[in-house]
């Protein structure tokens, strides 16, 4: 494959300066939030306007170069990754708010626009945008769309699905479709729940509408502190037992409070081996209504110490605590893996307790910081990537955990994607029949695969014949017949 | 983030560049406050692109030239080490590695030109009143000139301030004494608004502190320091080491940026002989907002009420984290309403000589600035940053919005005095 004639091509539509080819402009692009993975890309182009984007995306399927779209490049499983000798369309300028509707409550934006900007247009009116990823200051609503992604209080309010009503999108022969409308009663199958967490691999978002909700009258942060992990994890159960339904369920570990304390000094409970983050809201007569049987349920989950949000600030520095954790843990290991996988909640007790097993066996360090309410865990695997083999035995354990919630019945990412991280998981996850007909679906909508080649799917080229083969490789792949490299 | 930087052939500071290279977790968590990135919207001129072209430079993987530009682009202003929660020490990579790489660039006639004017006549208040004066005589032919000597002519005021009387060698505490501190009398800032200092002796006279100003002492060297010149501005900072007094509570300054540059002495001296006198002057140096919040004020007389906008100097904020103490002193002002300003977090563009190398962008990452500013309401904005008061003047005037500007002391001072805000 020799980009150069598309590169010719694209100097055409981008003036100097956004067409980056040199070594210095490329070599940042290289990875996303998981720096295990890097790769050159040919060519980053800095797009301005959605018909730049066509005109690239229609270019690389003339050429059959592969192309990948990145926002802010936060994806922590190689999602954003480029594809080696491939074009990266760079969306960061795209950062319109194309349509803010306060009555009907939907935003219509541009993909490079930040999550976490999307509420700060709509708070004069009282509303916000639900889904609040960790890194909502900096990730992108195209990122959130490709990953589903998740956050604290999609407990309550579901994730990025849940809230993308309607999308326009470049697909990767260059048509442009118009997928979902306004309202939520669509007709016909579900195409934008489709396109949502696809991992960029049906083409480019382009234009998304998004539901806008109006911010709850009243909050309720409980910081409960237990002096095992397993009790935090248990407590969770008998609050969703007990029938409420709290906007966020989080839990921290000793390390991550450990990380969360030096970074940003949050000021939670001393000595905690765990503490568990509830947030109630709503309505105030509702909230005080659920906080008068939420303190019943964690006083009898074994608390030992329980405390209030006493204002919006101390609010905010809980959260902040919570939401700086990954990044913090930088502080206690030069390397870290982010774990995502999820198991059923009423299994979270024991899936912590295998986790700490699987930690003290292999003599790493596991910080544990996670969606509780949604059983969706992200073990932190502490290494020091000097050592000789480290990274192996980490990247060992990681998987362990991994096949543990497959085992458990949970999955293999909850939000962060497959990417390239996990791609080897995908048949464990699901049987050769699923896969094959996720792949014929790829086909369809990509018949060269160029859009974020190499991703999701398990690759024989790069697995090693061994996972090839446990892998559900497509029939037409194992004749020879297509490859995915 | 793994590496394999040469830490033993870089220079002095390798094991630093390479523990903050080390720390950077690669979460972008620190793009949406630069600047740069914000206006840009491009991976290599943000945070975590440039310490990845530094680490690929030092590494070998990439030209010093290839990462160059992006580098350059870099205000110094640290608001990604504010939001980093990986604790990433971004000045003690790029402190050094702009001191490394300074020998080896390639730089125009012109470039080199408006660095020397800026390096030879900024920290020498003498030189600058007089180029201040042929500067304006020059301006009429500003079109003729290339954009960064025009960017700096532009940035002079139109009628340079009277030189004022030169300040004494001490000034006496009014009433009982509560204090004694040394000051930094700065270079730009007494010749383009020597009333702040005037402003700060009254202030901290005011509320029992004596004043002395050292003879002797010179430019805090952080301008250098900041441009890669670690032997100048080592120079400098020698001096300044023999002439402040360590019988003084204190030393204090009210220029951001030198009192950024002088609680940096310890690295500066890194494995120097005066190491450990750089350490310990280092260790009392305090911005005068924090001095004196640290003290406790006495609070002005009643007076008319005033809304105004506080812009965190980066210097300030960033470099010092100092965000609280002038905030809790302006709000002892009767009458006062203390706006904030949205995107605060974000660098008004002026960063030492920043304006004289990256003219348009300086002018753009002003102009943000500006509009955030004229978005508060306030009738005046405050800051404890000569170089932001020259930028935001400049920034507020280029939209046609001009604003009075002033220093926290000076805003302190004129309500002791009973003035009109
Ligand atoms: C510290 C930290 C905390 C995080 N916390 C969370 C969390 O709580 N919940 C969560 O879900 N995730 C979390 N993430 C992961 C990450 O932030 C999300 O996956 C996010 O959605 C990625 O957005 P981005 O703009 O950075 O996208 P990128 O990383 O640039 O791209 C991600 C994927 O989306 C594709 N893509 C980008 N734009 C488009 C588009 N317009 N159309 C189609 N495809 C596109 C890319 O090709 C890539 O495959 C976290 C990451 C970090 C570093
Ligand atoms: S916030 Fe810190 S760790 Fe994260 S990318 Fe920026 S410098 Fe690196
Ligand atoms: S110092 Fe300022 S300009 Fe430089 S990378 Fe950090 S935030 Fe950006």
Redesign the pocket.
């Given at each position: 494959m020799n980009p150069h004639p598309l590169i010719e091509s694209l100097a055409g539509i981008y003036p100097e300066g956004r067409l980056l080819i040199h070594p210095g402009e490329l070599a940042s692009f290289e990875s996303?939030?998981l720096t295990s993975y890097r790769t050159r890309p040919a060519a980053v182009v800095i797009a301005e306007t959605q018909g730049e984007?066509i005109e690239t995306v229609t270019l690389c399927h003339q050429h059959g170069v592969p192309f990948?779209?990145?926002?802010?490049?936060?994806?922590?499983?190689g999602?954003?990754?480029p594809v080696k000798d491939g074009i990266v369309i760079a969306?960061n300028r795209?950062t319109r708010i194309v349509r803010l509707d306060l009555t009907e409550r939907i935003a219509v934006v541009e993909?490079?626009v930040?999550?976490l900007d999307v509420s700060k247009a709509s708070a004069a009116s009282g509303l916000y945008y639900a889904?609040?990823?960790?890194?909502?200051q900096?990730?992108?609503?195209?990122?959130?769309?490709?990953?589903?992604?998740?956050?604290?209080h999609?407990l309550k309010y579901g994730?990025?699905s849940n809230h993308v009503l309607a999308l326009k999108?470049v697909l990767p022969d260059g048509e442009v479709v118009q997928l979902g409308s306004e309202s939520v009663e669509g007709v016909g199958p579900d195409l934008v729940g489709l396109?949502v967490g696809?991992?960029?691999?049906?083409?480019?978002?382009?234009e998304?509408t998004l539901r806008l909700l109006p911010r709850p009258e009243q909050y309720q942060t409980v910081l409960a502190a237990y002096h095992s992990l397993e009790a935090a994890g248990n407590a969770v159960a008998s609050v969703v037992a007990s029938g409420l339904l709290p906007g966020a369920i989080e839990i921290m570990d000793r390390l991550a409070i450990q990380a969360a304390e030096a970074a940003v000094h949050p000021n939670y409970p001393k000595g905690a081996e765990a503490v568990l983050i509830v947030e109630l809201e709503g309505e105030a007569e509702q909230v005080a209504e659920e906080y008068k049987r939420l303190e019943v349920v964690i006083r009898d989950s074994g608390a030992y110490e329980v405390r209030l949000a006493q204002d919006e600030a101390d609010r905010q520095r809980i959260w902040k605590g919570r939401?700086?954790?990954?990044?913090a843990v930088g502080r206690l290991s030069p390397d870290f893996i982010?774990q995502?996988g999820v198991v059923p909640r009423s299994r979270l007790g024991e899936t912590l307790a295998e986790i700490k097993r699987l930690s003290q066996q292999y003599n790493i360090r596991v910080a544990n910081v996670f969606?509780a309410g949604d059983g969706n865990l992200?073990p932190l695997i502490l290494y020091d990537g000097r050592e000789a083999g480290a990274h192996e035995r980490a990247e060992k354990l990681a998987g362990e955990i991994i096949r543990l919630c497959i085992r458990l019945g949970g999955s293999i990412t909850?939000?962060?994607?497959v990417?390239l991280e996990k791609r080897g998981y995908l048949p464990e996850m699901y049987g050769e029949a699923d896969v094959d007909l996720m792949w014929k679906l790829r086909c369809a909508m990509d018949p060269k695969q160029i859009?974020?080649r190499g991703?999701m799917f398990p690759s024989g080229a790069s697995d090693g014949p061994q996972a090839a083969r446990a892998t559900g490789l497509h029939p037409l792949e194992r004749e020879g017949i297509i490859s995915r490299e | 983030m793994q590496h394999t930087i040469p830490v033993d052939r870089v220079g002095p500071a390798g094991e630093e560049m390479a523990r903050a290279v080390e720390k950077c977790?690669?979460?972008?968590?620190c793009l949406p406050t630069c600047p740069t990135y914000v206006t840009l919207g491009q991976e290599m001129d943000s945070p975590r692109g440039r310490i990845f072209l530094m680490k690929s430079a030092l590494e070998g993987g990439l030209t010093v030239e290839d990462a160059l530009p992006f580098v350059d682009r870099c205000l110094g202003c640290m608001a990604c080490v504010t939001a980093c929660?990986s604790g990433v020490q971004y000045a003690e990579l790029l402190t050094p590695y702009r001191a490394r790489t300074e020998k080896s660039r390639p730089r125009s006639f012109t470039e080199r030109l408006a660095r020397t004017l800026a390096r030879e006549t900024l920290p020498y208040p003498g030189r600058l009143r007089l180029a201040a004066t042929t500067g304006r005589l020059a301006a009429p032919f500003r079109r003729f000139l290339p954009a960064s000597l025009s960017a700096m002519l532009s940035l002079l005021p139109d009628e340079l301030p009277p030189a004022t009387k030169p300040l004494p060698r001490t000034y006496p505490a009014e009433g009982q004494r509560r204090a004694r501190v040394a000051l930094l009398a700065g270079c730009a800032q007494q010749v383009l608004a020597p009333e702040i200092n005037w402003a700060t002796l009254r202030v901290l006279a005011r509320n029992g502190v004596e004043v002395v100003i050292p003879d002797g002492q010179g430019c805090c060297g952080s301008l250098m320091m900041h441009t890669g010149d670690g032997d100048g501005a080592r120079d400098l900072a020698r001096k300044n080491l023999r002439a402040f007094p360590k019988d003084v509570d204190a030393i204090v300054t009210n220029a951001a940026g030198c009192g950024s540059g002088m609680k940096e002495y310890g690295l500066l001296f890194k494995r120097q002989p005066e190491e450990a006198e750089g350490r310990a002057f280092a260790a009392r140096v305090r911005d005068v907002s924090e001095f004196l919040a640290e003290l406790g004020i006495e609070s002005p007389p009643v007076s008319a009420p005033i809304a105004v906008a506080y812009h965190d100097a980066c210097h300030l904020a960033h470099a010092q984290r100092v965000t609280e103490a002038p905030r809790q002193l302006l709000r002892r002002i009767p009458g006062l309403t203390l706006l904030e300003i949205s995107e605060g977090e974000l660098c008004c563009g002026s960063a030492g000589t920043y304006n004289i190398e990256q003219p348009a962008l300086a002018e753009a990452i002003g102009r943000r600035k500006a509009q955030n500013i004229l978005r508060t309401d306030a009738a005046m904005v405050v800051t404890g940053n000569i170089g932001c008061i020259v930028q935001i003047r400049a920034s507020l005037g280029r939209l046609n919005k001009p604003m009075p500007v002033l220093h926290t002391m000076e805003v302190l001072d004129r309500a002791y005095r009973g003035m009109e805000n």
């Amino acid at each position: 494959m020799n980009p150069h004639p598309l590169i010719e091509s694209l100097a055409g539509i981008y003036p100097e300066g956004r067409l980056l080819i040199h070594p210095g402009e490329l070599a940042s692009f290289e990875s996303d939030g998981l720096t295990s993975y890097r790769t050159r890309p040919a060519a980053v182009v800095i797009a301005e306007t959605q018909g730049e984007v066509i005109e690239t995306v229609t270019l690389c399927h003339q050429h059959g170069v592969p192309f990948v779209a990145r926002g802010s490049g936060t994806s922590l499983s190689g999602g954003s990754v480029p594809v080696k000798d491939g074009i990266v369309i760079a969306l960061n300028r795209l950062t319109r708010i194309v349509r803010l509707d306060l009555t009907e409550r939907i935003a219509v934006v541009e993909p490079g626009v930040i999550n976490l900007d999307v509420s700060k247009a709509s708070a004069a009116s009282g509303l916000y945008y639900a889904p609040d990823p960790s890194s909502q200051q900096i990730c992108t609503i195209g990122g959130n769309v490709a990953f589903n992604s998740g956050g604290a209080h999609c407990l309550k309010y579901g994730m990025t699905s849940n809230h993308v009503l309607a999308l326009k999108a470049v697909l990767p022969d260059g048509e442009v479709v118009q997928l979902g409308s306004e309202s939520v009663e669509g007709v016909g199958p579900d195409l934008v729940g489709l396109f949502v967490g696809s991992e960029g691999l049906f083409g480019i978002a382009l234009e998304i509408t998004l539901r806008l909700l109006p911010r709850p009258e009243q909050y309720q942060t409980v910081l409960a502190a237990y002096h095992s992990l397993e009790a935090a994890g248990n407590a969770v159960a008998s609050v969703v037992a007990s029938g409420l339904l709290p906007g966020a369920i989080e839990i921290m570990d000793r390390l991550a409070i450990q990380a969360a304390e030096a970074a940003v000094h949050p000021n939670y409970p001393k000595g905690a081996e765990a503490v568990l983050i509830v947030e109630l809201e709503g309505e105030a007569e509702q909230v005080a209504e659920e906080y008068k049987r939420l303190e019943v349920v964690i006083r009898d989950s074994g608390a030992y110490e329980v405390r209030l949000a006493q204002d919006e600030a101390d609010r905010q520095r809980i959260w902040k605590g919570r939401k700086s954790a990954f990044s913090a843990v930088g502080r206690l290991s030069p390397d870290f893996i982010v774990q995502d996988g999820v198991v059923p909640r009423s299994r979270l007790g024991e899936t912590l307790a295998e986790i700490k097993r699987l930690s003290q066996q292999y003599n790493i360090r596991v910080a544990n910081v996670f969606h509780a309410g949604d059983g969706n865990l992200h073990p932190l695997i502490l290494y020091d990537g000097r050592e000789a083999g480290a990274h192996e035995r980490a990247e060992k354990l990681a998987g362990e955990i991994i096949r543990l919630c497959i085992r458990l019945g949970g999955s293999i990412t909850g939000e962060h994607g497959v990417g390239l991280e996990k791609r080897g998981y995908l048949p464990e996850m699901y049987g050769e029949a699923d896969v094959d007909l996720m792949w014929k679906l790829r086909c369809a909508m990509d018949p060269k695969q160029i859009a974020n080649r190499g991703k999701m799917f398990p690759s024989g080229a790069s697995d090693g014949p061994q996972a090839a083969r446990a892998t559900g490789l497509h029939p037409l792949e194992r004749e020879g017949i297509i490859s995915r490299e | 983030m793994q590496h394999t930087i040469p830490v033993d052939r870089v220079g002095p500071a390798g094991e630093e560049m390479a523990r903050a290279v080390e720390k950077c977790v690669h979460c972008g968590f620190c793009l949406p406050t630069c600047p740069t990135y914000v206006t840009l919207g491009q991976e290599m001129d943000s945070p975590r692109g440039r310490i990845f072209l530094m680490k690929s430079a030092l590494e070998g993987g990439l030209t010093v030239e290839d990462a160059l530009p992006f580098v350059d682009r870099c205000l110094g202003c640290m608001a990604c080490v504010t939001a980093c929660p990986s604790g990433v020490q971004y000045a003690e990579l790029l402190t050094p590695y702009r001191a490394r790489t300074e020998k080896s660039r390639p730089r125009s006639f012109t470039e080199r030109l408006a660095r020397t004017l800026a390096r030879e006549t900024l920290p020498y208040p003498g030189r600058l009143r007089l180029a201040a004066t042929t500067g304006r005589l020059a301006a009429p032919f500003r079109r003729f000139l290339p954009a960064s000597l025009s960017a700096m002519l532009s940035l002079l005021p139109d009628e340079l301030p009277p030189a004022t009387k030169p300040l004494p060698r001490t000034y006496p505490a009014e009433g009982q004494r509560r204090a004694r501190v040394a000051l930094l009398a700065g270079c730009a800032q007494q010749v383009l608004a020597p009333e702040i200092n005037w402003a700060t002796l009254r202030v901290l006279a005011r509320n029992g502190v004596e004043v002395v100003i050292p003879d002797g002492q010179g430019c805090c060297g952080s301008l250098m320091m900041h441009t890669g010149d670690g032997d100048g501005a080592r120079d400098l900072a020698r001096k300044n080491l023999r002439a402040f007094p360590k019988d003084v509570d204190a030393i204090v300054t009210n220029a951001a940026g030198c009192g950024s540059g002088m609680k940096e002495y310890g690295l500066l001296f890194k494995r120097q002989p005066e190491e450990a006198e750089g350490r310990a002057f280092a260790a009392r140096v305090r911005d005068v907002s924090e001095f004196l919040a640290e003290l406790g004020i006495e609070s002005p007389p009643v007076s008319a009420p005033i809304a105004v906008a506080y812009h965190d100097a980066c210097h300030l904020a960033h470099a010092q984290r100092v965000t609280e103490a002038p905030r809790q002193l302006l709000r002892r002002i009767p009458g006062l309403t203390l706006l904030e300003i949205s995107e605060g977090e974000l660098c008004c563009g002026s960063a030492g000589t920043y304006n004289i190398e990256q003219p348009a962008l300086a002018e753009a990452i002003g102009r943000r600035k500006a509009q955030n500013i004229l978005r508060t309401d306030a009738a005046m904005v405050v800051t404890g940053n000569i170089g932001c008061i020259v930028q935001i003047r400049a920034s507020l005037g280029r939209l046609n919005k001009p604003m009075p500007v002033l220093h926290t002391m000076e805003v302190l001072d004129r309500a002791y005095r009973g003035m009109e805000n």
